[in-house]
Every structure is written in C-alpha cells, then in structure tokens.
C-alpha cells in the first residue's frame, strides 16, 4: 500500500517568492493534515481537513499561506510571498476518521525542506 | 504550557542494549492517545507505538514497548536490543479530543557499534 506522497522533496527560493507543495494521502483516508517543523523542534499543526473542509486552520498564518483540498483527496499548501522565517520542512500526514467518530493513526510523508534566501 | 515533554536532548547507548526514551504529559481530557514516532534523518515520521488512555495493558509492537504509567502521566518508550538503525529523532505525542496530535521536542538516539 502506497504511502503519504509529497512533492518536491526539496524547494529552495529567493524570498518574497511564492512557493506550494504538493500532497497525496493513503488511499481512503478522509482526513489530511499539515504540519511545520522548524529545525530542533516537533511538528506543530497548520491545518486539518476532513474531507474538503478544513475543520482547524487555527494555526495557519492566514496572511500569507493558504491551503486548498479541493477534491477531498490531494492537498496544496502555499506561501506567498515567502519570508526567511518560512524555512523548515513542511510535513502531510492523513488518517481516517471512521464513522464512530473515532481518529485513528496518522501516517506522515516524508516532508519538503523548503529553504528561503 | 508545555503538553509533552521529553527531557532528553540526546542518548547514547551501545548496540544491542536497551534504551529507555521518557516522555511526560499534561491533560486534563480523560480520553486520550500516546504516539511514539521515529523520524531518521531522512526526513519521514514512522509511526512506532501507540496507547490509548484507557488501555490496561502496555502496549507492545516488536521490539517497541511503550511504560504507561498514568498516575504520573508518562509514556516512556523502550526499545529492546537496539541496532545501528534506530539512531534516529524520537517524537512523543499527544492526541487529545480525538483530533489533533500535539508533539514534545524530540529525543535524538544515537546507537554505538
């Protein structure tokens, strides 16, 4: 069974650039997450969609990311302009969500390390 | 405040002995989840283990075992008979509410031939 698939792996920009990536979740999982994570640190949530709605984008700096699932499949997550700040690896995970409400095991992608100069 | 905390920056140990990865939490929710994941430095986080708050037993996957110790609110994660590798970063989580995972800082495991 195929895993999390993220792309590009690698980005790297000049700043105030715009930037997105790219992430396809497991086969039947209707909930997609993307998370930060700055170097040192664990990741930190930005948003979670369940199906086509994003349930929890607290965390999202709306000014300049944005994120779509337009389908309620594969997800886009873009920064523009980007900033120096914005360098870290940018992480997908999906799980399912059953019907009893339950949360099960989120499964991550390997990542996109994003360098902004 | 900090929901999870792993106090360990960095472990050595030597292959094939054991190591014990501490992980503490904070919740008021009766119902939660407790993850383990390995993220080696290729980037990817590996889900390991996983204990639910009302669980009785520890739970156990291979050679992962996870110390569930409630009344204090630790999840320590065991790996029995360590090999070159396991040297990767180590996560604890917390998923509370049913939703969200909330993550410490990390343990980096490094293992000795």
């Known amino acids: 069974e195929a895993g999390v698939v993220q792309s590009p792996r690698y980005k790297i920009i000049e700043k105030k650039q715009p930037v997105a990536f790219w992430c396809n979740p497991i086969?039947?999982?209707?909930?997609l997450y993307w998370y930060l994570q700055n170097l040192g640190q664990g990741p930190e949530l930005l948003i979670r969609?369940?199906?086509?709605?994003?349930?929890?984008d607290s965390q999202l700096p709306k000014d300049r990311f944005s994120a779509e699932r337009l389908k309620g499949v594969d997800s886009t997550l873009k920064i523009q302009p980007a900033e120096l700040g914005d360098s870290a690896v940018y992480l997908c995970?999906?799980?399912?969500?059953?019907?009893?409400?339950?949360?099960?095991?989120?499964?991550f992608g390997p990542g996109t390390r994003l360098l902004v100069l | 405040a900090q929901k999870i905390t792993q106090t360990q920056p960095g472990m050595f140990v030597q292959e094939k002995e054991a190591v014990t990865l501490d992980c503490t939490y904070d919740?008021?929710?009766?119902?939660?989840?407790l993850f383990w994941y390995k993220q080696p430095s290729s980037g990817e986080m590996i889900f390991l283990i996983y204990?639910?708050?009302?669980?009785?037993q520890n739970a156990t996957e291979g050679r992962y075992s996870l110390n569930f110790q409630k009344a204090r609110k630790s999840a320590n994660l065991v790996i029995s008979a360590s090999q070159l590798g396991d040297s990767a970063m180590y996560f604890c989580?917390?998923?509370?509410?049913?939703?969200?995972?909330?993550f410490g800082q990390g343990t980096r495991l490094t293992i000795n031939p």
């Open positions: 919740t008021s929710d009766p119902s939660y989840g």
């Open positions: 989580a917390m998923r509370e509410g049913g939703q969200k995972l909330v």
């Open positions: 204990q639910g708050s009302y669980d009785q």
């Open positions: 995970a999906s799980s399912l969500l059953t019907s009893g409400g339950i949360q099960e095991t989120q499964y």
């Open positions: 969609y369940e199906n086509e709605e994003a349930v929890d």
């Open positions: 086969s039947g999982h209707n909930t």
